[in-house]
């Protein structure tokens, strides 16, 4: 079945720790690639996206992604990570730039930074 | 900037009921979809809708749903006679025609079940 999957549930770190969120998906073909933010309260904003060129994207506040297409991943980092990037991440895949292109979404990564 | 709104904020309703929820899309945008987050869990794909038809949808859009675009600007979704596990975040999200495929997302409506 097609998905997307991301591996880590929970993750917890100190502040100007690094991050990685893994991302894998299963579709075949030509995908879009995209990490969203949802903050405690409110609601999903676009931190990056990938659709074709360079597969190391960089988004807002710091973040990037790299695209790894043998791998089929799209893993989330940052260098150094703020007591304010606590949230919810969610990476999400949609199939064509053509079609309808509803997005599949992972199940997303909570992450605590504790100060 | 222009954004995705949605109304209201938070419904309330009991079981059977049926509940229509709002969303106004970015006005030049002409693909509109509705997600839904149940509490705890990952985002869901409903349903997708492109020149006044419903262009795919998931398993979980039954016939309990429908979504309809009654005028220029609002894009409804909405659920006949709810259920308990109807209860969750709903989403509505919006794109432009062509190019690539960046949806933006509205705050959501919670609806809760009871």
């Known amino acids: 079945a097609q998905s997307v999957s991301q591996h880590n549930h929970h993750v917890i770190l100190s502040e100007a720790a690094s991050l990685e969120l893994g991302c894998n998906y299963s579709?075949?073909?030509?995908?879009?690639l995209f990490w969203y933010v949802q903050y405690p309260g409110q609601h999903l904003q676009l931190l990056l996206k990938?659709?074709?060129?360079?597969?190391l994207v960089k988004g807002i506040k710091g973040f990037e992604a790299e695209f790894i297409k043998s791998k089929f991943s799209f893993n989330l980092r940052k260098p150094s990570v703020q007591w304010s990037d606590t949230a919810e991440y969610f990476c999400a895949v949609s199939r064509s730039q053509y079609n309808n292109n509803d997005m599949r979404f992972g199940a997303g990564t909570r992450l605590t930074v504790k100060p | 900037e222009p954004e995705v709104t949605q109304t209201p904020s938070h419904q309330v309703t009991q079981m059977g009921q049926e509940v229509i929820l709002r969303c106004v899309p970015i006005?030049?945008?002409?693909?509109f979809y509705w997600y839904r987050q149940i509490l705890g869990q990952k985002v869901e794909f409903l349903v997708s809708?492109?020149?006044?038809?419903?262009?795919?949808k998931s398993e979980i859009f039954d016939d309990q749903f429908s979504v309809e675009r009654p005028d220029g600007s609002n894009f409804t979704l909405k659920i006949r006679s709810t259920k308990l596990e109807d209860s969750a975040m709903y989403f509505c999200?919006?794109?432009?025609?062509?190019?690539?495929?960046?949806?933006?997302f509205g705050p959501g409506t919670r609806l809760t079940v009871l």
């Open positions: 006005s030049n945008h002409l693909y």
């Open positions: 999200a919006s794109r432009v025609a062509g190019g690539h495929n960046e949806q933006f």
């Open positions: 579709y075949g073909g030509t995908v879009n």
């Open positions: 990938y659709f074709s060129g360079d597969p």
């Open positions: 809708f492109y020149n006044n038809e419903i262009s795919e």
